[in-house]
């Protein structure tokens, strides 16, 4: 099975969480709206979101094409790839669990959109930087240590034995841990520095995953797009925490 | 089984989508946030939050309590009720497809959520009322037309014949979109009436959910929390679409 996986192609966004999961599951894909040539581009990710012959179009990327099945939604398809990857536990409750943890993550990549456009994503960051810096403050204030606090609390459960947010083993929500991490850290560095030092086993949880062969390998490779300020994360100074 | 709901006990929200999937589907539960006592209200909900000794502690409310299984995240409690309440089609591809069109209402939820509260769900209203007018503008004209035009598009594959968001069988997702299009007509009454106009297939479908036997019985019932200006869905004149 080779996993076509459609994104926007400059971004890391959301379809860096599908990425995460393909990479470290060693999965063969590919990255549809990335590559040129007929059936490739962006051009082909319109048509299955807009072509009157498709089923089960998605309202937005990222979705991913599995044979004859196309599945949208990022916690959806990373509910999807989990099992066939290696990447989720057998147990229903279990994976209802992680997938639980997932649409908190998804969540909380709202509001970190929404910190630069907190009225409207079809305007300008521009046009609602004052709004911007009402909203980020108080999302570095109150809805970061929220989420990290909750994210902290489920990963120190069962005492300090347990390496994963779900037990003993990786699944894709260690991942997508990784991922908010660093992108705190990207559009946020000032929070981010206090925020090591407040939720440990998180930052530690994010090194350890960056360390990890085939994800320090994809990290290193031209298939990892850096962070820019055309995705969800973005570094806005004055949106990050005030200098000391 | 006798299911049990833990969500805030005076707002319709995000629980309200699981209230309509279990009275759809003819379940025993209880409400257990609304209940006086010993082991009820929101203190009971509070303590399967944040008690020490709960495994999987949810983010926020709705969750669900099935036997000893704990679910959080409204669209991950219907994906699990959907099999067991006759509420969803059974292949693998058509479950994956009615959770994404859930997952899809449920970001139109945060959106519905942020034309009154776009800078912080901290402050009051009245703190963020000139940036919810901007909101407010910006989602009636382009984002209601955008989940909306979708949602019909969903409902107007496969032709007229086809009554419900899946194809031939009710399943939570015409539940849903039923509750959405319930809201908006009360938090948006001449944004609705327009609405109602272009787009038909969707009205046709809340009203034929309305009256459903078991969902006009609910609706009839002291189980139905009325909206009010607590909730999701908020009635404030100033933000609807300006009269003709």
Redesign the interface.
């Known amino acids: 099975m080779v996993y076509e996986l459609y994104y926007w192609p400059t971004i890391q966004g959301r379809g860096e969480f599908i990425r995460l999961a393909l990479e470290e599951g060693g999965a063969k894909y590919r990255d549809v709206a990335r590559e040129a040539g007929r059936g490739a581009g962006v051009a082909a990710m319109m048509r299955l979101m807009n072509g009157r012959d498709v ?5 937005a990327p990222p979705f991913l094409k599995a044979g ?2 196309l ?3 990022t ?2 398809i990373l ?2 790839l989990g099992p066939r990857l290696r990447l989720a536990p057998k147990r ?2 279990a994976r ?2 992680a ?2 943890l997932q ?2 993550i998804a ?1 909380f990549m ?1 509001e970190v959109h ?1 910190t630069h456009h ?3 994503s ?2 300008y960051y521009e046009d ?1 930087k004052k ?1 911007a810096r ?2 980020a403050a ?1 999302f570095l204030r ?1 809805r970061v240590p929220k ?1 990290l606090g ?1 994210f902290e ?2 990963l120190s ?1 069962g005492g300090s034995q347990k390496p994963y947010m779900l037990g003993a083993k990786l699944t894709y929500v260690d991942l997508s841990i990784f991922q908010i991490i660093a992108g705190l850290g990207y559009a946020f560095p000032r929070a981010a520095l206090k925020a090591a030092r407040d939720y440990r086993r998180l930052f530690a949880l994010h090194s350890r995953i960056q360390s990890r062969p085939r994800i320090a390998a994809y990290l290193a490779s031209p298939r990892r797009i850096a962070f820019n300020n055309d995705g969800i994360f973005r570094h806005y100074p004055e949106l990050d925490a005030p200098r000391r």
């Open positions: 089923e089960t179009p998605s309202f004859k099945i599945i949208g939604q916690a959806n509910q999807f229903e409750a209802l669990w997938h639980e649409l908190t969540d709202v929404d907190p009225v409207a079809g305007l609602q709004e009402r909203r108080d109150y989420y909750y609390k489920v459960q």
